[in-house]
């Protein structure tokens, strides 16, 4: 059973317009919800951890927040170079502190 | 820059073959994670080191394993290699992931198996 659903798959948006990505989870207990970017032919590149519901953080032109079922990572006004996947990882309670990735959204922005 | 370094960055084999991927974390960095990336699975973690102890075992199959050197460097071990093994292999490294969960991951290894 995926702890870790991200939608949408693929999004394409004009540059300025403003979109959001959708992470949900089911862990009960969540330790941390993480943010990463991936660049094509490159390794994930850490973005944000949340830890508690109501938990915003900001950096550039993404915002990422946490509610007790998913996290959102609001892109504002997104550029070209904006544009890679985004991957969402969750971290669970017990021995293992392994985050447990989704399998990201790929976001395009068009000039 | 993520100060992680893995080699080889591309490597193209046969089925039944055995290779070696090599990772080296960043300075200071105890952690050693090995993940695997196809387009079907998504990232997956393999198994993880801790100053040259495994730490924690995740999908791996018996086919693969690894180890943590004395210098902190790791290598993972693929041997009788089937098509399905073909993917991107990450590897990353922290201080300590328990606390933030900021993994560093290097740019990877394309293995091709043929």
């Known amino acids: 059973e995926d702890q870790v659903t991200q939608s949408p798959e693929a999004l394409r948006l004009q540059e300025g317009e403003s979109s959001s990505l959708n992470c949900s989870y089911t862990?009960?207990?969540?330790?941390?919800l993480f943010w990463y970017r991936q660049d094509p032919g490159k390794g994930p590149e850490f973005l944000f951890t949340?830890?508690?519901a109501g938990e915003e953080k900001e950096k550039e032109r993404l915002k990422a927040t946490l509610t007790k079922k998913e996290s959102f990572l609001h892109i504002t006004a997104p550029k070209p170079e904006d544009s890679a996947t985004y991957l969402c990882a969750v971290q669970a309670p017990g021995g293992s502190y392994i985050p447990t990735f989704g399998r990201g959204t790929s976001l395009i922005v068009h000039p | 820059d993520s100060g992680v370094t893995q080699t080889p960055k591309h490597l193209i084999t046969a089925t039944g073959q055995r290779v070696t991927l090599r990772c080296s974390p960043r300075s200071g960095d105890l952690s050693v994670y090995w993940y695997q990336q196809s387009l079907d699975q998504g990232l997956q973690f393999l198994i993880q080191y801790y100053n040259g102890e495994e730490r924690a075992k995740g999908n791996i199959l018996e086919r693969f394993s690894a180890q943590q050197f004395p210098d902190l460097h790791s290598e993972l071990n693929l041997s009788s290699l089937e098509l399905g093994d073909s993917a991107l292999y990450f590897c990353?490294?922290?201080?300590?992931?328990?606390?933030?969960?900021?993994?560093?991951f290097g740019e990877g290894s394309r293995l091709t198996v043929l």
């Open positions: 990353a490294s922290s201080v300590i992931v328990e606390n933030t969960g900021e993994l560093f």
């Open positions: 949340l830890y508690s």
């Open positions: 862990v009960s207990g969540l330790r941390g």
